[in-house]
């Protein structure tokens, strides 16, 4: 088994791992605060408002989000909990505990939702996932077909001896442990056998429509092996078995200073990221506790970390049951984005020049973004196209524009981040087309993420050379725009178009940057100008007019910002922050945070809006941002936030993106002084208010 490689160092002072708060504020745990979200996101899952495949959906979400929290988070307090020069084992310690208690509530409540509550309603509407004591004579024969022709022949059950040692478990892979009776075919007594489920097969399979004749029919591979596990051992008889599914350590770690190349060297980690640490073992609930602790003892997996669950091991194949089920009434109805009036068939170049475009996604089509990247790449007077990329997908038609550029011979320059989780393959695989068509391919800064959305056209027009940008709050991703909340701003502004050609100039040269009078760049100046904007409403307040600050985030944990808030409230300055997941503020401490307030809104979209608001005497400063308000993204990645110039836009802004989830009543959470959040609920019909459903409504015919 390989070691874990990954260390981490020291928090640094003001980071969210180093001390807590202090004085009489009781500081939110990381790990805890992360996964209160997933209570919320549960939530949406028992919501009876919610059509009953989107609560499937719901449920199939917080499996992947407990997923990633033990591969990234569980593992690195772990690897941390083994160092001798973190923070004090006993503290990590407490923390694993508590976030291990929290896991186990969360995960019972999850299964007792799917099997009480979602699984029962589906029924009664005509979908079924069978169990094997649930299917009718003609049903199992269907299934034993399907087993033998599709099933039985991809298997290798594997009978443990000294010659057929443990097998090696792929990360989150659908396994089987057997304990048999007898002997084998040689006259020994190998009581454990290993099966692995192919990878190549559905985890969930329809039953032909005239065996379901009322409805819709589903069985799950795991239950179509388990009906069938006795025939893989003929002459033995299967005494127990149960499903597993292991968890691994998947934080891919290269050492940045010693490698000549970085991607050559990420080819290499991606390898073992199926073979990291394991951290996790999932079983069925009536795992025998003999093969549970012999499964503990394989994967040196402390029994705190065993999770025993009413259902298949992996919740996150349910998703392919809500993809087959043709019942379009128990999904929310379709939502097609607006393309922007303004936009259709004109130059877009032109367009562009003449006023800046405010984009909001997804209730506004992203085509436009796709569009400014195909045009430059087809304009002949387009020269050099640069841009960043964080997230993009395996397939992605504004790459293709990309490469499409640069094999018609413009400068084009991409900067790939190939740390970006999970994503590391596609961009590598975007990386290497980039590259054979001509392009200048880097990978940002060692040591630092490039997490900037950002995309620059240089093309020649009468005077010479005119900057295009476009800067967004979200990832250059075809799939997750079409239900992430996100904003993006083209313009020609250039004031703003060429401090980004700056900012690119920095990342590619190394050279440092140069003073920038618009965009707020991190690690160099995106936390002191937030720092600085929060005390100047601080002074204002203290000159005795109005301090306001409104804030919308994915997670908010730098303690800088926040004793920084705490300070601006303690002056008097109104505070609405609407952070949608981990928030180590505590909002209505009296005397510490009285004027603050923080709401998380889990709706239909996933919010990933990033939007800084200063009142500063009635300026009404507004910035858009790739950044979160946290240690990692202030000080660790290169993260821009940029300004919303246009008095219109800026009331777009306002009235889109901050205003209404303000007035959230449905969507809502609001975060108690103790870190508890509460639903909050419409006094009546008349107030039931969702943000997202009427930008849904207001958008359709975009504002010019």
Same mark, same amino acid.
């Given at each position: ?29 990381? *790990? %805890? =605060? ?5 209570? $919320?996101?549960? +939530?949406? @899952?028992?919501?009876? /408002?919610?059509?009953? #495949? ?124 057997? *304990? %048999? =009776? ?5 006259? $020994?007594?190998? +009581?454990? @056998?290993?099966?692995? /489920?192919?990878?190549? #097969? ?503």
């Amino acid at each position: 088994m390989p070691k874990d490689k990954k260390m981490s160092k020291k928090p640094a002072a003001g980071s969210p791992d180093a001390a807590p708060l202090g004085g009489n504020i009781i500081y939110l745990n990381r *790990e %805890l =605060s992360q996964l209160a979200f997933n209570r $919320r996101v549960l +939530a949406q @899952a028992e919501n009876v /408002a919610v059509p009953l #495949l989107e609560r499937l959906k719901y449920l199939c979400i917080v499996s992947n989000n407990l997923d990633e929290f033990f591969e990234v988070r569980i593992a690195s307090l772990l690897a941390n909990n083994q160092a001798s020069e973190v923070v004090e084992p006993p503290a990590l310690s407490a923390a694993l505990a508590l976030a291990g208690a929290e896991c186990h509530q969360i995960v019972e409540h999850q299964y007792r939702v799917l099997n009480e509550v979602v699984l029962p309603q589906l029924a009664k509407e005509g979908i079924y996932l069978l169990r094997d004591q649930d299917r009718n004579d003609a049903q199992r024969a269907w299934v034993k077909q399907y087993f033998e022709r599709e099933v039985r022949p991809l298997l290798t059950p594997i009978g443990l001896d000294p010659a057929h040692p443990f097998p090696q478990v792929v990360n989150k892979s659908l396994n089987f442990i057997v *304990e %048999l =009776s007898g002997k084998d075919a040689f006259g $020994r007594g190998t +009581a454990i @056998a290993i099966l692995k /489920a192919p990878r190549v #097969l559905p985890r969930v399979i329809q039953l032909p429509p005239e065996l379901s004749k009322d409805g819709i029919s589903f069985c799950l591979l795991s239950s179509i092996i388990h009906a069938h596990i006795s025939d893989l051992f003929p002459g033995r008889d299967v005494l127990a078995y149960s499903q597993f599914r292991v968890t691994r350590n998947s934080d891919l770690w290269v050492d940045e200073e010693e490698v000549k190349n970085l991607r050559q060297a990420l080819q290499g980690e991606l390898q073992s990221r199926n073979f990291g640490v394991a951290v996790r073992l999932e079983v069925a609930k009536n795992c025998p506790p003999n093969l549970a602790e012999f499964l503990l003892q394989q994967f040196s997996i402390d029994k705190s970390r065993l999770y025993a669950v009413d259902g298949p091991v992996n919740m996150v194949r349910l998703s392919e049951l809500i993809d087959h089920a043709a019942k379009p009434e128990l999904r929310f109805p379709p939502y097609v984005p607006a393309y922007p009036s303004r936009l259709s068939n004109v130059d877009l170049f032109a367009a562009i020049r003449r006023q800046d475009v405010l984009l909001h996604h997804p209730f506004q089509s992203f085509q436009p973004v796709l569009d400014f990247v195909r045009c430059a790449a087809l304009d002949p007077d387009v020269v050099a196209i640069k841009q960043t990329i964080y997230r993009t997908g395996m397939n992605s038609d504004l790459m293709e524009s990309l490469i499409l550029a640069a094999q018609r011979g413009k400068e084009v320059t991409v900067i790939v981040e190939l740390m970006a989780r999970f994503d590391e393959e596609a961009n590598i695989n975007w990386a290497d087309r980039l590259e054979r068509a001509g392009a200048q391919v880097v990978y940002g800064v060692v040591g630092l993420k490039t997490h900037a959305k950002l995309a620059l056209v240089i093309r020649r027009e009468e005077g010479g050379f005119r900057y295009y940008a476009h800067l967004g709050t979200g990832n250059y991703h075809p799939s997750t725009t079409k239900f992430y909340t996100d904003f993006g701003l083209m313009t020609a502004n250039p004031a703003i178009a060429t401090e980004v050609n700056e900012v690119f100039m920095h990342l590619t040269s190394l050279t440092k940057p140069k003073k920038l009078d618009h965009l707020w760049l991190a690690p160099f100046t995106l936390q002191k100008e937030l720092i600085k904007a929060i005390r100047n409403e601080a002074r204002i307040a203290t000159l005795g007019r109005p301090g306001r600050i409104l804030a919308k985030m994915n997670a908010l944990l730098d303690e800088s910002v926040i004793r920084a808030l705490y300070a601006a409230s303690a002056e008097g300055v109104k505070i609405d922050l609407i952070v949608r997941g981990a928030c180590a503020l505590r909002p209505g401490v009296p005397g510490l945070s009285d004027n603050i307030r923080v709401r998380s809104i889990v709706g239909r979209f996933l919010e990933h809006t990033r939007i800084f608001y200063f009142r500063n005497d009635l300026a009404h400063d507004v910035y858009l941002s790739s950044a979160d308000w946290m240690n990692r993204n202030l000080f660790r990645r290169i993260e821009v936030a940029f300004p919303v110039i246009d008095p219109a836009l800026k009331k777009r802004v306002i009235n889109e993106g901050l205003n209404p989830y303000l007035k959230d009543t449905l969507n809502a959470w609001e975060l108690d002084s103790v870190g508890n959040y509460h639903k909050r609920k419409p006094r009546n019909k008349l107030s039931a208010f969702s943000a997202q459903q009427s930008l849904m409504r207001l958008l359709g015919d975009p504002p010019e």
